[in-house]
Antibody, heavy 120, light 114 residues
C-alpha cells in the first residue's frame, strides 16, 4: 500500500521560503506516476500547486510558478516543495499526493497533510 | 482559466435517500480525440485528506462503493450517491484536469444528514 508523509516546519516567516518533504513508502517513485503538491487554506478549498515525474519533468500552477520549485530524490524515495517569498496568504495545509495513472493533476493516494502557518 | 462551479454549496439528505451534486465547467472538458471527460470527484471528511471517488467523469475508483456514480459530459456533470449512508457525510469537490497545467477545483459541496 502506497503511503505518503509530509514533513517540514510548521511556521515560516513572511518573505522566507517554505520547504516541505514528502516521503513515499510502499512504491518506488522511479517506477511511474506523477507526484504532486496540493494545498488547502484553513476552511477553504483545494489548490493544485504542481507535479513532478521521476525524470524531473515538472508542471506548475501558473499562478504560483514564479515562486515554486518541486524536485525529486529517487535514491531517498522523496520529493520536495519549495515556495519562495511567502505571505500570510500561503498559510494552508499542504498535501503531497500521487497522480492517477497517466495523469498529472488528478491525484489518487494522498498524504495526511501538514499545516504551514506564515507569521512573524 | 477553466472555472468549476458546484451546486448546491450545501445539501442535507435523509439516510437512504439519493444525494445529487452538480458541477459545471466554464468550457468543455471533453477531449474529442479520446472522447473522455477530464473530470474527477473527491470526498473529504473532516480532518482527513481528500479521497478520489470518481475520475474520467464516471469511472469509480477501486474500493469506492457502487452507490457512488458520476455522469455528464462536456460542461455539466453530476455526482450521485444512490442511498446515503452516515459515512458519506463529507465535502465533495469536482476537479478538471483538462487544461494542463491549470488544474482547477470547484468550491466544494458540504453534504450532511437531514
Amino acid at each position: 500500500q502506497v503511503q505518503l508523509q509530509e514533513s517540514g516546519p510548521g511556521l515560516v516567516k513572511p518573505s522566507e521560503t517554505l520547504s516541505l518533504t514528502c516521503a513515499v513508502s510502499g512504491y518506488s517513485i522511479s517506477s511511474d506516476y506523477y507526484w504532486g503538491w496540493i494545498r488547502q487554506p484553513p476552511g477553504k478549498g483545494l489548490e493544485w500547486i504542481g507535479s513532478i515525474y521521476h525524470s524531473g519533468s515538472t508542471y506548475y500552477n501558473p499562478s504560483l510558478k514564479s515562486r515554486v520549485t518541486i524536485s525529486v530524490d529517487t535514491s531517498k524515495n522523496q520529493f520536495f516543495l519549495k515556495l519562495a517569498s511567502v505571505t500570510a496568504a500561503d498559510t494552508a495545509v499542504y498535501y503531497c499526493a500521487r497522480g492517477l495513472p497517466s495523469l498529472v493533476g488528478a491525484m489518487g493516494y494522498w498524504g495526511q497533510g501538514t499545516l504551514v502557518t506564515v507569521s512573524s | 482559466d477553466i472555472v468549476m462551479t458546484q451546486s448546491p454549496d450545501s445539501l442535507a439528505v435523509s439516510l437512504g435517500e439519493r444525494a445529487t451534486i452538480n458541477c459545471k465547467s466554464s468550457q468543455s472538458i471533453l477531449y474529442s480525440s479520446n472522447n473522455k471527460n477530464y473530470l474527477a470527484w473527491y470526498q473529504q471528511k473532516p480532518g482527513q485528506p481528500p479521497k478520489v471517488v470518481i475520475y474520467w467523469a464516471s469511472t469509480r475508483e477501486s474500493g469506492v462503493p457502487d452507490r457512488f456514480s458520476g455522469s455528464g459530459s462536456g460542461t455539466d456533470f453530476t455526482l450521485t450517491i444512490s442511498s446515503l449512508q452516515a459515512e458519506d457525510v463529507a465535502v465533495y469537490y469536482c476537479q478538471q484536469y483538462y487544461n494542463t497545467p491549470q488544474y482547477s477545483f470547484g468550491q466544494g459541496t458540504k453534504l450532511e444528514i437531514k
